[in-house]
């Protein structure tokens, strides 16, 4: 015999689903007008270094009349955690993610080798 006890009820998939959706409707709704990437998107993706340090400083609030990026944190992740190799995410430039990439290996590697104490 089986137990429907742990079963949701019919239905509501679909109702988290949509709910789900009209959260992140809401949420770019809310927050995309204060994301400094919506506006000239050209220097986001430039591939002149001094476009990219621009632009992240902009993401991060460093640049006069634009506030630091509400979605940093989540951007910068998802750059790092994504491999991205162009563009600005979460106010780093490649090269601060190649770099934030190289310390974190380094780091690792230092964790996994056996201590000489």
């Not at 770099?99 to 290996?105: D, L």
């Amino acid at each position: 015999m089986t137990s429907t006890a742990c079963k949701p009820p019919a239905g509501s998939r679909q109702r988290s689903r949509a709910a789900a959706v009209l959260l992140k409707l809401m949420a770019e709704a809310i927050v995309q007008p204060y994301l400094a990437c919506r506006y000239d998107p050209n220097i986001w993706y430039s591939t002149r270094q001094q476009h990219l340090e621009l632009a992240a400083r902009r993401c991060r609030g460093d640049e006069e009349g634009y506030p630091r990026c509400p979605l940093l944190e989540m951007c910068r992740a998802a750059g790092r955690l994504g491999g991205e190799n162009h563009g600005v995410w979460g106010g780093e430039t490649p090269r601060q993610r190649r770099r934030a990439k190289a310390r974190q290996q380094a780091a690792q590697k230092k964790e996994e080798s056996p201590s000489t104490a």
